[in-house]
């Protein structure tokens, strides 16, 4: 066995002895074990795993087990089963990430029809009601991307959200380069945790005025960019309304403005202000700082 498939075995049982500690966390904890147990040569323990959630784990969890577990069958060339999960989790309600992993799998296929309706089931509810969709955005999003991304190699002209994913993604790509510093290529920032309620209600962000569900959103936007931008990291300064307030007034400008922030962070980044890296260890603490592990905060398959 190389040392890659037993470094990955003696993760996968680690991981499945972290599921026994932590039953609350046991659903993504197991998926986690899954993957490892693919890489390091034992695709059947995986598919149990996979069978295991999918029958005890609860809905989006089994979903998830369901979508990985497609992937895992083709490999095989197990292909017939393969179908035939995709043909049976059509039949269900599924959630945005399962839907946009499903569609993932079947674009790297070059099954870009296919993928397109699963990017769509992905998408259903920014598609059904355009108050979903947040009004001053810097996250992307993989279902959104996706979409857009199958939709352009169909060759079919951009529709509404298309347009706001590609201005979303302007804007973002735009901050990180006007907010770049020479030894830190990539730099973002986001409200610290004790100051999320209150940038909502300045209107510095918006949507639900939620820490978790911020830096969820957060999270997953910078994944995203990152795709996007072929960056390997990020440096992220946790920013604070009140600093962002003061800059903003010392020169007459709106804090409101993306400009005005792509600024304010490049000021902060320059005087030398502490930052993050981004993504953490799976195991260091999460980087909104909520006092869980980045594996079971942010950095969770359930946030992907």
């Known amino acids: 066995m190389t040392d890659s498939k037993q470094r990955a075995r003696r993760l996968a049982e680690n991981l499945e002895r972290d599921a026994e500690k932590y039953p609350e966390e046991r659903a993504e904890i197991?998926?986690?074990?899954?993957?490892?147990?693919?890489?390091?040569g034992d695709?059947?323990?995986?598919?149990?795993?996979?069978?295991?959630?999918?029958?005890?784990?609860?809905?989006?969890?089994a979903q998830f087990a369901a979508s990985e577990r497609i992937s895992l069958l083709t490999e095989l060339g197990r292909t017939d089963?393969?179908?035939?999960?995709?043909?049976?989790?059509?039949?269900?309600?599924?959630?945005?990430?399962?839907?946009?992993?499903?569609?993932?799998?079947?674009?790297?296929?070059?099954?870009?029809?296919?993928?397109?309706?699963?990017?769509?089931?992905?998408?259903?509810?920014?598609?059904?009601?355009?108050?979903?969709?947040?009004?001053?955005?810097?996250?992307?999003r993989s279902d959104l991307l996706g979409r857009r991304r199958?939709?352009?190699?169909?060759?079919?002209?951009?529709?509404?959200?298309?347009?706001?994913?590609?201005?979303?993604?302007?804007?973002?790509?735009?901050?990180?380069?006007?907010?770049?510093?020479?030894?830190?290529?990539?730099?973002?920032?986001?409200?610290?945790?004790?100051?999320?309620?209150r940038a909502f209600a300045e209107g510095l962000v918006h949507g639900p005025a939620d820490a978790a569900t911020y830096h969820c959103e957060v999270e997953r936007g910078w994944r995203a960019s990152r795709d996007e931008i072929g960056a390997s990291e990020l440096r992220l300064l946790p920013t604070r309304v009140d600093d962002l307030l003061k800059f903003a007034s010392?020169?007459?400008?709106?804090?409101?403005?993306?400009?005005?922030?792509?600024?304010?962070?490049?000021?902060?980044v320059r005087a030398g202000a502490h930052t993050l890296v981004w993504p953490p260890e799976r195991n260091a603490p999460c980087w909104c700082d909520s006092g869980r592990k980045y594996k079971k905060c942010c950095g969770s398959p359930a946030n992907r």
Request: charged residues 30%; hydrophobic residues 40%.
């Open 150 to 197: 199958v939709r352009r190699a169909l060759g079919l002209p951009p529709d509404d959200l298309d347009l706001y994913c590609e201005d979303q993604q302007a804007e973002f790509a735009e901050l990180l380069e006007r907010a770049a510093a020479p030894a830190q290529p990539h730099t973002a920032s986001f409200f610290v945790r004790s100051d999320v309620v």
């Open 250 to 268: 010392d020169q007459g400008r709106d804090p409101k403005d993306q400009q005005t922030r792509a600024d304010h962070l490049a000021d902060r």
């Open 43 to 61: 695709p059947d323990r995986a598919l149990r795993i996979y069978d295991d959630v999918m029958s005890s784990g609860g809905e989006e969890d």
């Open 81 to 140: 089963e393969a179908e035939a999960e995709i043909t049976r989790l059509g039949r269900t309600r599924v959630h945005s990430g399962p839907a946009t992993l499903v569609a993932e799998f079947l674009e790297g296929q070059g099954r870009l029809e296919d993928a397109l309706t699963w990017f769509n089931i992905a998408c259903r509810d920014f598609l059904t009601d355009d108050e979903a969709l947040p009004e001053n955005a810097l996250f992307g």
């Open 30 to 40: 197991l998926l986690e074990a899954a993957g490892q147990w693919t890489r390091a």
